[in-house]
């Protein structure tokens, strides 16, 4: 098992373009969910999903859209890139339909120029 | 929604001897409460976790316990080594589970 697999690991963006951050997990987890980590702030939520067909907005939903069209993948992407995005983002996944016991991937470092 | 606020923000100890990370929660229908350890550069990593219908919980040097009342919650390390230094994040879930509410984090330095 790979886990919880993000990329890219590390991204360069300039203001107003898009991008989308991948994230996939073989453990077949029904909760799916991004975080963002800026300096003591801790992880903030973005986006999670309870299962495939089914998202919803966390504490930090602007500029960011989801999607979980299959168990495996819950891509974020970013509509016109902010430097107020600059951040790293993790996603996570959970087996059951709730943020426990909730497995992180490695993280991607994304910079908005 | 839940607040979590996690104290201190920075902590250093020597090596061999206790630390200890509170945090508060505001949301009393909160009911499971995860300490996540994050080492440069890679994901967080649940270290322990509790649920509201236990008050202490132990795995070899970690404990955590709650407080329900007061909506407090801590994580302990004994003797602690060189290789517990790390940031460790406390969380809550609020709104039926599905939403997990960090704290801003410790930074943990072991010296030797």
């Known amino acids: 098992n790979a886990g919880v697999t993000q990329t890219p690991k590390f991204q360069v963006l300039k203001t107003g373009q898009s991008m989308t951050l991948q994230c996939a997990q073989d453990?077949?987890?029904?909760?799916m969910s991004w975080y963002r980590q800026d300096p003591g702030m801790g992880l903030r939520l973005i986006h999670y999903?309870?299962?495939?067909?089914?998202?919803d907005q966390g504490e930090v939903p602007n500029g960011y859209n989801v999607s979980r069209s299959t168990t495996e993948d819950f891509p974020l992407r970013l509509l016109s890139a902010a430097p107020s995005q600059t951040s790293v983002y993790f996603c996570?996944?959970?087996?059951?339909?709730?943020?426990?016991?909730?497995?992180f991937g490695q993280g991607t470092r994304l910079t908005v120029v | 929604g839940e607040n979590v606020e996690q104290h201190p923000s920075t902590l250093s100890v020597q090596e061999g001897d206790s630390a200890v990370i509170k945090c508060t929660y505001s949301?009393?229908?909160?009911?499971?409460f995860p300490w996540y350890k994050q080492e440069l550069g890679k994901g967080p990593q649940l270290i322990i976790d509790?649920?509201?219908?236990?008050g202490e919980k132990k795995d070899q040097r970690i404990a955590v316990t709650l407080n329900k009342t007061a909506k407090h919650f801590s994580l302990h390390i004994t003797e602690t080594q060189p290789e517990d230094s790390a940031v460790y994040f406390c969380?809550?879930?609020?709104?039926?589970?599905?939403?997990?509410?960090f704290g801003q984090g410790t930074r943990l330095t072991i010296n030797p």
């Open positions: 996570a996944s959970s087996y059951t339909r709730v943020a426990t016991e909730a497995f």
């Open positions: 453990m077949n987890h029904e909760y």
């Open positions: 999903s309870v299962g495939a067909g089914i998202t």
């Open positions: 949301d009393s229908a909160s009911n499971y």
């Open positions: 509790i649920r509201s219908n236990v």
């Open positions: 969380a809550a879930t609020g709104q039926g589970a599905q939403k997990l509410v």
